[in-house]
Antibody
Framework: QVQLVQSGAEVKKPGSSVKVSCKAS????????ISWVRQAPGQGLEWMGG????????NYAQKFQGRVTITADESTSTAYMELSSLRSEDTAVYYC???????????????WGQGTLVTVSS | QPVLTQPPSSSASPGESARLTCTLP?????????IYWYQQKPGSPPRYLLY?????????GSGVPSRFSGSKDASANTGILLISGLQSEDEADYYC?????????FGGGTKLTVL
């Protein structure tokens, strides 16, 4: 059974960066795209970007271009999402999700991490 | 990014059916896209329910009951999630999702209340 386990909650200052990890187990890591989705308090879901670990190529939502970096380490089956220049509006729960296909545009988000709360506050 | 429009709330009684809609903007033809549906309960990550492209191209998430089904209304440019035989455990937020071009887009979500 595939499991995605994310790193713990973070509190960050405005202007700083945060890096969230997502460790996969129980399945083939490299062959499936991993996406990152965030959810601000009381709000809906927002796709940030995704990566295909076997290729190391990432695709980002236009809104986050230049501020987000998504990487993957095949040796540890771990994906990372780093968001920089944090502001209060970035306070949200950040989820990783494994897709059912090998491409970022392919397939459903079948497996989800438990979520990581990132709070941005001075 | 295109906006997928979902009614903020919907309600129905146990045993009845709930029809949740996801309307695409007029410049995106619903007939050309897979519509994905997710369920989210408070404090939990979303759960994949199903996708629908056509009656011959659709898929159910693992363990998702068959009373959850998808369809489209081309005349309204809308994707539909139908939940039949509503149960109290179906009370949740429901999100639609598509890949129109270069990015995944979610609808704003519908909060379903089972009265």
């Amino acid at each position: 059974q595939v499991q995605l386990v994310q790193s713990g909650a973070e509190v960050k200052k405005p202007g700083s960066s945060v890096k969230v990890s997502c460790k996969a187990s129980g399945g083939t890591f490299s062959s499936y795209a991993i996406s990152w989705v965030r959810q601000a308090p009381g709000q809906g879901l927002e796709w940030m970007g995704g990566i295909i670990p076997i290729f190391g190529t990432a695709n980002y939502a236009q809104k986050f271009q230049g501020r987000v970096t998504i990487t993957a380490d095949e040796s540890t089956s771990t994906a990372y999402m780093e968001l920089s220049s944090l502001r209060s509006e970035d306070t949200a729960v950040y989820y990783c999700a494994r897709q059912s296909g090998a491409g970022i545009s392919a397939g459903s988000f079948d497996y989800w991490g438990q979520g990581t709360l990132v709070t941005v506050s001075s | 990014q295109p906006v997928l429009t979902q009614p903020p709330s919907s309600s129905a009684s146990p045993g009845e059916s709930a029809r949740l809609t996801c309307t695409l903007p007029s410049d995106i033809n619903v007939g050309s896209y897979n519509i994905y549906w997710y369920q989210q309960k408070p404090g939990s990550p979303p759960r994949y329910l199903l996708y629908y492209y056509s009656d011959s191209d659709k898929g159910q998430g693992s363990g998702v009951p068959s009373r959850f089904s998808g369809s489209k209304d081309a005349s309204a440019n809308t994707g539909i999630l139908l939940i039949s035989g509503l149960q109290s455990e179906d009370e949740a937020d429901y999100y639609c999702m598509i890949w129109p071009s270069n990015a995944w887009v979610f609808g704003g979500g519908t909060k379903l209340t089972v009265l």
